[in-house]
Structure formats: structure tokens, C-alpha cells
């Protein structure tokens, strides 16, 4: 039996999360349910496609990823299962699996359309809640082994929605990126690899603010900030036991430049 691993912007206080996995275990009472997390801020597509992404590589092989941060649920944008050389994902067509193309190797691609695999193939679906009736249903049917050509056809990978981030640069003096995730923390985690990192000296400047590269955060004073390199892969800039967003007021998406040197004041 695979396992599901659940992630979703549901939150825990309403009772959705229970019901797509009563949904599940109506059909597949002996899989394995794990939930990579439920605390994706409403809507937030770039939240869910970086804790997918970040989250899918330490799951087994085989894992089925249902994700549910859908805020075009009921309109026109499809409904999808795709299958991964490691494991398939189950939800809507709007970039949250995005990610994992750049971890996985994407087989096939297929839109939800037989109703043989929803909730109650003789009921309508509910127009906001495609996570009960129609992705935890069609995951639940692919934990029991049904094909994922035989829940509808067939759709090109290169025709799947993409979040794609823009890439970052690096030169003799400057890194330049954005912050493509800020975590429960306030840790800043850019798009910039921790390979990067031979680019730092002993520290860097954030306009005039220096930022000390280190190797953990305790190795400067509470509230200080420094950067160093993330448990996804990616730089980070933290405080100590303090939020760095708060601290430098960035917001997700914006853009980053860091300088190895203070620059000069003009004249």
C-alpha cells in the first residue's frame, strides 16, 4: 500500500483535512496517510510549491502527493494527476506541483474527467470542495492501483501550469535574488543555492546593513542577524532567536541584492 502525503491550506480548526481522509479511507482503509502540512496561508500557491518541493524528496518512492491550495476551485482550471518516475501528484492544474519537476522525472499527465474514481460518481461534485469529492478519491483509487490512465485523458507535461522563479545572479562582489519563501520563523529564504555561499566572505552587506555569514544561528548574538546556509539548500537570512523579516520589513517574492562590501557614501 503507498503512502499520501497531504498538503493543503485547509488549516485544522474546520474539519476539512478529516474529511478528505475519510474520503480516503472509505476506499483505501490500509493507506498510509502523512501530512506534510496543513498551515499554507489561504491561497498562497508559492507557499504550497516551495513545501512540496522542499518536503517530496524525503517521502518514500511511490508516494502519492495530494495538494490542495486551490483558489481557482469550481472554475475552469483542471484537475490533474501526474505521475513522476518517484511517485504521482493529485490536484489542481495551477503550478502547485510545480516544483517537483525540478526533483523528479514526470512521466505522464492526466486530467481528472472519469467519474468512476470521484466521491459519488452519480452526484454532482461540490463547486468548493474538489478536495473531498474529487482529489482524495482519485489519490485513494491510485493507493489501490488503478492506472493513472484510467482516470481520464491524457494531458502533454509541457502543458501543465508553472510557477517557475526567476534565477539568481552572482558576480565577484554581489549575489542578487529573491526571498521565495519566509517561514514560521521569519527566516528569509531566498532562490540562491547554498553552493553560493563560497561567494561570502566573513560577512555581507544588505545596503548598509552588515549580515554575518555563519555556520548556525547561535553563532552570533541574540537578535543579530547573519546568513548562512538552509536546511532546504537554499541561503537564508535569520536572526537569532528574532525574525529577520520583521527586522529588515521584506516581504515574499521581492527582490535581494547583497554586497561583499559596504558601499562607498558619495561625495
Not at 30 to 36: G, S
Not at 155 to 165: C, F, S, T
Request: glycine share 8%.
Amino acid at each position: 500500500m503507498r503512502f499520501i502525503a497531504l498538503l493543503t491550506d485547509f488549516g485544522l480548526r474546520d474539519g476539512y483535512v478529516g474529511m478528505m481522509k475519510a474520503a480516503i479511507a472509505t476506499i483505501a482503509p490500509a493507506a498510509h496517510c502523512i501530512d506534510l502540512t496543513h498551515d499554507i496561508p489561504p491561497q498562497d500557491l508559492w507557499a504550497g510549491r516551495f513545501c512540496l518541493l522542499n518536503g517530496a524528496p524525503y517521502f518514500p518512492v511511490g508516494t502519492i502527493f495530494l495538494g490542495v491550495v486551490d483558489p481557482g476551485v469550481g472554475s475552469q482550471r483542471r484537475g490533474v494527476a501526474i505521475q513522476f518516475k518517484e511517485g504521482f501528484f493529485v490536484g489542481p492544474d495551477n503550478g502547485l506541483a510545480s516544483g517537483l519537476w525540478d526533483i523528479f522525472e514526470a512521466i505522464a499527465a492526466v486530467t481528472l474527467e472519469n467519474t468512476k474514481y470521484w466521491r459519488d460518481q452519480n452526484r454532482k461534485p461540490s463547486q468548493t470542495f474538489h478536495g473531498r469529492d474529487i482529489f482524495a478519491p482519485v489519490a485513494a483509487h491510485l493507493a489501490q492501483g488503478v492506472p493513472i490512465c484510467a482516470l481520464g485523458s491524457s494531458v502533454a507535461i509541457a502543458d501543465l501550469v508553472q510557477l517557475k522563479l526567476p534565477p539568481h545572479t552572482l558576480t565577484q562582489d554581489q549575489l542578487r535574488g529573491v526571498i521565495q519563501h519566509i517561514d514560521h520563523f521569519g527566516n528569509l529564504i531566498t532562490n540562491i543555492p547554498n553552493h553560493a555561499a563560497s561567494h561570502l566572505g566573513a560577512k555581507v552587506f544588505y545596503g548598509d546593513r552588515p549580515i554575518a555569514h555563519v555556520t548556525t544561528y547561535s553563532d552570533v548574538q541574540i537578535n543579530h542577524l547573519c546568513i548562512l546556509e538552509g536546511s532546504h539548500g537554499w541561503l537564508e537570512i535569520s536572526a537569532n532567536q528574532n525574525s529577520a523579516q520583521q527586522k529588515l520589513n521584506i516581504t515574499r517574492g521581492e527582490s535581494i541584492t547583497l554586497n561583499r562590501h559596504k558601499k562607498k557614501e558619495q561625495p
